[in-house]
């Protein structure tokens, strides 16, 4: 795509003071209020990038639109508010042990970005790199624990398998006893996984691309896609039509309704995924501990508080109310990896809206609709896939071509058999 | 928690059934070019709205039901002539 060439607007609001300890020290005293982070807009009737959905993912392909390619007339419009999706309600692990080779290369690049993201953005993302555990309850579960170690280490990625006595002494408040239902076996260690603050990394995204002169638009649903002869020219909105050539996809768990209207047929279907919190308490579990055979996970905030997550509701829905059989189920799965918390009370739960892929893994790049492109299939695991996803597809909006690193995701790999299986490393893991 | 009423045993919790989707057509694969496979295969409708789909009572009768629900809502539409 060529640079923008629409002028400027004469008239720019002052551009947003940096963080740093000085500034906070001086509010701190002085009580001053603090700047808004970002701005409101009103519609323009054009733009050269219109991106759908402002979570995670539609956000940060704005920042680096705009940071690495210098594409600043972009609008990301969200029908609701900012961070109002998943990107809202996810339990915010990040890890890069996946089971494909092309998987484990995407997702550390996308730690990687993590690693330096609090200083890039100007933002405490608060990243936690507390470690990453996954249990094995029977042979065929550490049977593809080993193969993962063995891709893993080939891609560089700190992985290994370990056994009952050194999960013992990790995580001691673990039954690792023989004679349980489900005796742990063995465990997959993933040193630089962990949890980061994830409203912080969608607000330090939206302040730098506003920054740099992304419009953030929310409160402003689609309602069409206007494509002629097989090209994208604007998208409605609930605020007016916007004229375009270039549309990204990043409404997730949605985004079979926003493809539809650009006449492309998807291989996804949208699940609720719920997670639950409990009272805070003292740090005990300083590791994300991760059970695919009782399915459950845990990990324990910098507040305190449990945050536990399951796999996907067992049907497909939009609706995002919890139910009482997901809070039982896991309550009870818990118990049986640390009976010790028995006394703790679950403050709330929650849900989520999920896209899911037939092979557990996102697709991204063009559809065959020209200048409509897709950043979906993010299912349970997409929030650690942000940063890198949100560099390759502005990589792909500027440069007109696919970056490598995102090739093997492309829409068309359904037609060609090229599945990237990642259900084994991703169905419960996150 | 969310009902389904199966024809057979009446109004049962959710969690006996197992879901199998909306209801699509298997082309035959002696006849089926290799495109139209794999869009049997991959592609699942995911309708925003009143979709028809399979069931399967697996903790029950273990027979296959068809629902009538909104996906938005998760309300069941009873059937015709169905008393609920
Ligand atoms: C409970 C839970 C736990 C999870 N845990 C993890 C985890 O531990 N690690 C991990 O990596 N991932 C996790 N995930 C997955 C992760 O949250 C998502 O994959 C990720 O947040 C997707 O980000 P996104 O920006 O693509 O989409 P979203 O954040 O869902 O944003 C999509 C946006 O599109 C907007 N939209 C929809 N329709 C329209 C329309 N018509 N017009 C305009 N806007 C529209 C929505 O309002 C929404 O804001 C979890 C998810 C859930 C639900
Ligand atoms: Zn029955």
Known sequence: ?430 | MMQLSCPWCGPRNVNEFHHDGPLHHRPDPTATTVEEWRHYLYIRENPHGVVEERWYHAAGCRKFLVVTRDTRTNTVIPAEGESR
């Open chain 1, 1 to 430: 795509m060529t640079r923008p060439d629409n002028p400027q607007p004469s008239f720019r609001p002052p551009l947003l003071r940096r963080y740093s300890a000085a500034h906070l020290a001086a509010r701190g005293l002085t009580q001053r209020r603090w700047p808004r982070s970002w701005r409101d807009h009103d519609l323009d009737s054009r733009y050269d990038v219109v991106i759908i959905g402002a979570g995670l993912h539609g956000l940060a392909t704005a920042y680096y639109l705009a940071a690495n390619h210098g594409i600043t007339n972009v609008a990301v419009v969200d029908k609701g508010y900012m961070g109002g999706g998943g990107s809202g309600r996810n339990t915010a692990i990040l890890r890069s042990n996946y089971l494909t080779p092309e998987g484990v290369r995407f997702y550390d690049r996308s730690l990687r970005l993590y690693e330096d993201l609090a200083a890039e953005l100007n933002y405490n993302v608060m990243f936690s790199r507390q470690g990453h555990l996954t249990l094995a309850h029977n042979d065929g579960a550490l049977r593809t624990m080993r193969w993962r170690a063995e891709v893993n280490k080939v891609q560089g990625i700190d992985s290994e398998v370990i056994d009952p006595r050194q999960i013992k002494e990790l995580v001691p408040h673990l039954d690792t006893s023989t004679d349980t239902r489900y005796p742990i076996l063995g465990g997959l260690y993933h040193p630089p996984g962990g949890t980061i603050r994830h409203d912080a990394v969608v607000w330090g995204y939206a302040r730098a691309a506003d920054h740099l002169g992304v419009q953030v638009h929310q409160n402003t649903e689609v309602t069409g896609i206007d494509v002629t002869d097989g090209k994208v020219t604007g998208v409605e909105t609930t605020r007016g039509d916007i004229a375009t050539g270039t549309v990204i996809n990043c409404t997730a768990g949605w985004s079979t309704i926003i493809s539809e209207m650009a006449g492309v047929e998807m291989p996804v279907t949208t699940s609720p995924l719920q997670a639950a919190v409990t009272e805070p308490v003292k740090p005990f579990l300083h590791t994300v501990v991760v059970s695919g055979t009782l399915h459950v996970y845990v990990s324990q905030t910098d507040r305190g508080e449990l945050v536990f997550g399951a796999s996907v509701d067992p049907f497909t829905s939009f609706s995002t109310r919890g139910s009482l059989a997901f809070a039982e189920g896991l309550a009870g799965n818990v118990l049986k990896l640390m009976p010790a918390l028995s006394g703790m009370r679950l403050l709330r739960q929650w849900a989520g809206l999920c896209d899911m892929t037939p092979d557990y893994s996102p697709i991204m790049g063009p559809t065959g609709v020209d200048g409509f492109l897709v950043d979906v299939g993010w299912g349970t695991y997409g929030f650690k896939a942000g940063p890198v996803a949100g560099e390759a597809m502005a990589d792909t909006v500027a440069s007109g071509r696919v970056p490598e690193i995102i090739a093997d995701f492309g829409l068309d790999r359904f037609s060609s058999g090229r599945l990237v299986g990642e259900k084994g490393a991703a169905a419960v893991g996150h």
